[in-house]
């Protein structure tokens, strides 16, 4: 062939890049190779005249048998040419037999023109290392962007994200507007755990002060997630438009790190507790005949379309009770599970809120569907939230976490709570109201005397009269005797009214309905026993009554302030009574006497 000492030439020079390389005369077939390191050695074809023959005989003993047909297209002699003509340079990938291995192998064809023939080279180079890690990256890709699409439909809920440094107890807070992608740092500062409880006094609801502040405390949250793996609570939290409920999350990143979300949970709140009210308002209660582990986490993948459901990861989910963890149609089955599942005051909540069509419209408002109810387990009732999200637009992942002990921890708190606020608010020697109990009245007053929604009121004072005299003459322990006595007078009269101790001698009671009616009869009443006890030498007590007037009144103090008054000439006019009384008994003595 005359064209050999040029094709070696340029065979050398392409040395560093193909294994071997082939140069065919396309018209006459013949062709010389050239092999660089051996890899094809089988071939043993240095020159020959039958290209298109010796190729066929290469790709029965040599090309990977799942490769030989899209192989021997290629190297056709009319589809060589054609396609090297036409895109001037043809890549194929394939997979040769090397050492009884498939090895993936590159092969590149092009036409060149010399003294009016036409000549083809095609260069045979081994990519199997460079392709074989191709295909672990875009196998790992595509398993890290299932997981991506999972963790999005299930992390993108947050409205703040805290990320804490548990070493220097530095943290930084994150806002999204819909998912991680879109992070931006809102706040960062340090003693993340002291600054957290000090903020709680004016972001968090008065009445989930103690619950909030007592969970947040940083021995009682790390306890948590060290006994549990997490750490949720549920509180309210101040909004302009009224206290709203959140949801708090948190979870170790790793030992030295947590991450902690709050979202808005208040819609999903409010229609749970308004599901419950209709619950117990229909007494429409199941019975449950199976029993579930004690603790578990499940993840559901719904096909809206199908309503096909699977169990994409489980622990112990279901294991005692059958469930099955693929099916056809699962609104239906779910209706039926809870029957057996679900603790018998909740089946008609969790069957009424897992309606299809409720479901979904609740998704479609807020995004997040999510309900806590209880399951039967052999230790009992255990509480349970199922949080629900879309993945695309035809897929919801449904996830059901056990949360127990968090629900059981902060009815705990919220017990102790009130009892010790229940003992703050109470007086120990007369057993009714205190001081701190009148001013957390007075301050609802006064914000529904601004919000404008108060009705008809009036405050009555009553103050007793002569506990001094007792004290002096007759010892404290009879004076105590004479305070408990005046409280019974005070709360006999106005039985329909809450009564306050706000002082050592004087008492509040807030008339509304039936007393409020019944004020001036009642005004009557106390003076007419007033003036009795007197002559009894009982206890004596003053009283003056004021009504709230909607045009002039700006707070509950102007009300308190009138009636204040009253008392005190009521007080005076009664101790007048009292010496005219004792006048006259003295009269009467004296008279006597001169008989």
Known sequence: ???????????????????CVFYVDVKASDYVVLDFYGK?????????????????????????????????????????????????????????????VPAWFVIKAAITHSRGRDFLFIGVNNIDTQEREQIELKSKASKSEIYSQIAMALTSRFDALYMVNLKTKHFAMYKSECAFGELKVGLEGDDFFNRMISEAAKSVYKDDYVLATESLKEEALLKELDDYGTFTLTFRSNSAKGPIYVKLIAGYTDKDHIAISITNVDAQVRRELKLRSTVMQNEVYGQIVMALAERYDALYMLDLKTDHYALYKSERMFSKVKVAAEGEDFFNQLQKDAEKVVYSEDIHLVQSALLKESFLKELDENGLFMLKYRLNST???????????????????????????????????????????????????????????????????????????IGTFAIAICDVNGLKTVNDTMGHKAGDEYIKAASKLVCDTFKHSPVFRVGGDEFVAILKGDDFESRDDLAKTFMNIAKHNAEEEKVVVACGISVFD???DKNVSEVFERADALMYKNKIALKSCREEILNAANRAVAAKAAV
């Open 550 to 552: 909607k045009k002039h």
């Open 40 to 100: 094809l050695a089988k071939l043993n074809l240095k020159h020959s005249h039958n290209f298109w023959a010796d190729i066929s005989v290469i790709s029965e003993n040599l090309v990977y048998s799942e490769d030989k047909d899209s192989f021997m297209e290629l190297v056709k002699r009319a589809s060589a040419v054609s396609a090297s003509q036409e895109s001037q340079v043809v890549n194929y990938k394939c997979r040769l037999m090397v050492d009884g």
């Open 379 to 453: 230790s009992g009732p255990i509480y349970v939230n199922l949080e629900a999200v879309y993945s695309d637009k035809k897929h919801v992942v449904i996830s059901v976490t056990n949360i127990d002990a968090q629900v059981r921890r902060e009815q705990r708190i919220r017990a102790e709570a009130d009892a010790a606020h229940q003992k703050a608010c109470r007086d120990d020697l007369t057993g009714i109201k205190n001081k701190n109990a009148y001013g957390e009245f007075e301050r609802r007053l006064n914000d529904q005397i601004e919000s404008g929604e």
């Open 1 to 19: 062939m005359d064209t050999l000492l040029k094709f070696e030439d340029a065979a050398a020079a392409l040395s560093l890049d193909y294994v």
